[in-house]
């Protein structure tokens, strides 16, 4: 049996979407859990559209998420160039290749001329599709004579012949195509450059194919690309076409449902593993519904029929819960490392996020259970590096009830220990409420708010203990003196 080759083909137009993102995974784990090669293949031939700063977001985007291809434009192949605007050569020789066989032919026309040919058949109540006769008739004598004075090329279209198609999809089961549900299509542009769905058929016959894993937006084109494949007398690959991702309201996703690039995703703080591990879910299944996976056993497990032919529903309030999960697992080094980004300059500099890295790594760890993306760091370490403002009204009410004199005494305590550590913090404190017989819950949680400002966050002796003995003192004199 041949090795399963299959390939992720973006064009450079854009972003890296997460319908794209699950598109490439899901390539990639079929690939990789059949002992097969995946390959990454850009899309250029749509010279307005393409850009090369969105050719080097997409690279990253997916090297982010930890894809490593076989072979691509970064790391060539033999199959290569994979850069179809590195290709064109081959394309003309095909597109000759039809011409001389007569399945394709010439079409000397303006695009409002083609345009005008669609509006008359949709007037007419009739399919917007064009036979070999009617394009044809648009190039008059006149027209061939002209374009050969103007040093045009005519565009080359392909003769679709007119017969019912079965397609034997890998997710869809059987795809029907009726004999009348396509008509002539362009393959190469008087421009020059191909079509994608000529392109894409001539890429994906030449870098050996197996299996084309792709969105079930291109099942109409599919159709095309199986007359192209006969014509040229190349093996048809199989097909899996994976169903569209909708919104929880079952909408088509859009910017209405969260965040829909991967890059936004990078910038607020999710990290690779999480995303795919959600994106993994969008449409496949565990064989035993297992929910929290890793790369290497999404490889283990990934099959194509456990992918669903429903639509999957992207539910970002799950993606964000997986992230929490996903940081939580970190080690403290690793939270550490991947916080680096989100924390300097905005908490602390460089130079002390490398000075203090003890320091650091401990305070990360104790916010941690707070925070789903970490972008939200910088927020909750403030309790470290902001003192908060005096809350006037609880200070009255204590010193009221007398209960300012135990803080005063707390204070006193702690300017006297020997050593400032956690056991010893947690015993002094410990000591002076059973000296004051005054209720525990109530005497944390007060003092919690004279040293942040806040009703809750990291482990209060921890947080006594990482804020310092200077600071703590500091902030409880400021309180009791205000
Ligand atoms: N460049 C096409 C796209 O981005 C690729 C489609 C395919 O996988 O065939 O939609």
Do not use: C
């Not at 449902?257 to 795919?276: C, N, V």
């Not at 305070?363 to 909750?380: F, T, W």
């Amino acid at each position: 049996m041949s090795i399963v080759r299959t390939r992720f083909a973006p064009s450079p137009t854009g972003y890296l979407h997460v319908g794209g993102a699950r598109t490439a995974l899901f390539s990639f784990l079929y690939a990789k859990s059949h002992k097969g090669q995946f390959i990454l293949r850009i899309e250029d031939t749509d010279v307005e559209r393409s850009t090369k700063k969105s050719e080097e977001s997409l690279l990253s985007d997916l090297k982010w998420l930890g894809f490593d291809w076989d072979e691509g434009p970064d790391v060539g192949g033999k199959y290569g160039p994979y850069r179809q605007s590195e290709r064109i050569e081959l394309y003309r020789n095909y597109a000759q290749k039809l011409i001389d066989n007569g399945k394709a032919y010439f079409v000397y026309a303006e695009a409002e001329e083609i345009e005008k040919l669609r509006e008359t058949l949709i007037s007419k109540s009739k399919a917007p599709h064009y036979t070999r006769e009617m394009l044809e008739s648009l190039s008059t004598p006149e027209k061939i004579e002209r374009y050969k004075k103007e040093d045009r090329q005519p565009a080359i279209y392909f003769s679709m012949e007119r017969k019912d198609r079965v397609l034997n999809d890998l997710v869809k089961g059987d795809v029907h195509f009726g004999a009348e549900s396509v008509g002539d299509f362009a393959i190469l542009r008087s421009n020059g450059l191909p079509t994608y769905n000529f392109a894409v058929v001539i890429d994906d016959a030449l870098m050996d194919i197996t299996h084309v894993i792709r969105g079930d937006d291109h099942l109409s084109n599919t159709v095309k690309q199986i007359a192209l494949y006969n014509a040229l007398e190349f093996k048809v690959p199989q097909f899996a076409h994976l169903s569209t991702i909708l919104g929880p309201d079952r909408a088509r996703l859009s910017k209405r449902h969260g965040s829909t690039s991967i890059s936004e995703y990078r910038k607020r703080g999710f990290l690779p593993q999480a995303m795919i591990n959600y994106l993994a879910l969008l449409g496949w299944s565990h064989p035993e519904l297992k929910e929290i996976l890793d790369m290497k056993e999404l490889i283990e497990s990934f099959d194509l029929d456990r992918v669903s032919k429903n639509p999957a529903i992207y539910d970002e309030k799950k993606l964000i819960w997986m992230n929490g999960q996903y940081i939580r697992k970190l080690s403290e080094e690793e939270l550490y490392k991947v916080s680096k980004p989100f924390i300097v300059p905005i908490f602390l500099s460089e130079e002390e996020y490398k000075s203090s890295q003890k320091w650091v790594m401990s305070a990360l760890s104790s916010v941690k259970n707070e925070i789903n993306e970490l972008s939200q760091l910088p927020e909750k370490l403030e309790v470290y590096s902001k003192a908060p403002e005096v809350n006037y009204e609880l200070r009255k009410s204590l010193e009221k009830t007398g209960i300012l004199l135990i803080y005063k005494a707390l204070k006193n305590l702690y300017e006297s220990m020997d050593e400032w550590a956690p056991q010893s913090i947690a015993l002094a404190t410990r000591q002076v409420v059973k000296e004051a017989k005054i209720k525990p819950g109530i005497f944390y949680h007060t003092l919690r708010e004279i040293l942040t400002g806040k009703d809750s966050g990291p482990d209060l002796v921890n947080l006594i203990f990482l804020l310092g003995r200077e600071n703590v003192v500091s902030r409880l004199k400021r309180f009791l003196e205000a």
